[in-house]
């Protein structure tokens, strides 16, 4: 895997994570709609830790990278 090809898929989770809305409409009402909100807020929080991830190993394919080419 590239480092090139990272930054394309961190590229794509930050628009993803974009779109997650962070609440229901507000006119949706009732059990159901608490029951969603709490399985959204669950979502945002699961895609907000994928920048990070993202991120990690973005740094870690650099250093790889960079050692291969050290190498010769």
Do not use: H, R, Y
Not at 31 to 42: I, K
Not at 51 to 72: C, I, K, P, R, Y
């Amino acid at each position: 895997m590239s480092s090139f090809i990272l930054s394309i898929a961190a590229d794509k989770t930050a628009i993803g994570s974009a779109l997650v809305p962070a609440t229901v409409p507000t006119d949706w009402t009732g059990s159901a709609a608490s029951s969603c909100q709490t399985t959204l807020d669950e979502v945002v929080t699961l895609v907000g830790g994928l920048d990070a991830l993202m991120t990690d190993a973005q740094n870690a394919v650099t250093a790889l990278e960079a050692a291969q080419s050290e190498e010769g």
